[in-house]
């Protein structure tokens, strides 16, 4: 696993999958990488891997990617909240709880249906439930806010 999280590392603004340029550091791509890594971190002697994470994440200030709603923009949040319980700072929560409250407060008025506008607003995905699910749950573990935990949009 060292290696892997080594070569990820090194390889980190490499080219792929015929891409003519690197995947933004908070794209859904590279969050589910965060996801391993912040598991490898956790069991690693090391803390290189901490370090390597929070950088993106002073690097990003902290945010979630640009679309407000999507579920893909949300996955990097699933690293913020494992360096908040390793650090215990609340900076590095804080944009996502942010948003987080804003799409408590505003949720989405897209259909399900994939014909309409917005249709992924409402995580109508499989991989959706992988992206932003998780990071609802692990902030509300951290944060013990009910709000959070009891947020679920289920309007079809």
């Excluded at 390889?11 to 791509?29: A, E, I, R, V």
């Excluded at 690293?79 to 590095?92: A, C, S, W």
């Excluded at 607003?121 to 009910?146: H, I, Q």
Aim: aromatic share 18%; net charge negative.
């Amino acid at each position: 696993m060292q290696q892997v999280a080594d070569w990820q590392i090194a390889n980190f603004d490499g080219l792929y999958s015929d891409h003519k340029k690197p995947h933004h550091p908070l794209d859904w791509t590279n969050a589910a990488l965060y996801v391993g890594m912040a598991k490898w971190a956790s069991m690693a002697d090391d803390d290189t891997y901490y370090e390597w994470l929070k950088n993106i994440g002073e690097e990003n200030e902290w945010h979630l990617y640009k679309r407000k709603y999507h579920a893909d923009d949300h996955a990097v949040g699933q690293m913020y909240v494992e360096l908040f319980r390793k650090y215990n700072d609340e900076k590095m929560i804080a944009p996502t709880k942010e948003q987080f409250n804003f799409l408590m407060f505003h949720p989405s008025q897209s259909a399900l249906n994939w014909g309409t506008p917005y249709h992924q607003d409402r995580w109508n995905w499989c991989d959706a439930l992988f992206m932003s699910p998780p990071v609802w749950a692990k902030l509300y573990k951290v944060t013990g806010e009910k709000k959070i935990f009891g947020f679920h949009d289920v309007r079809i």
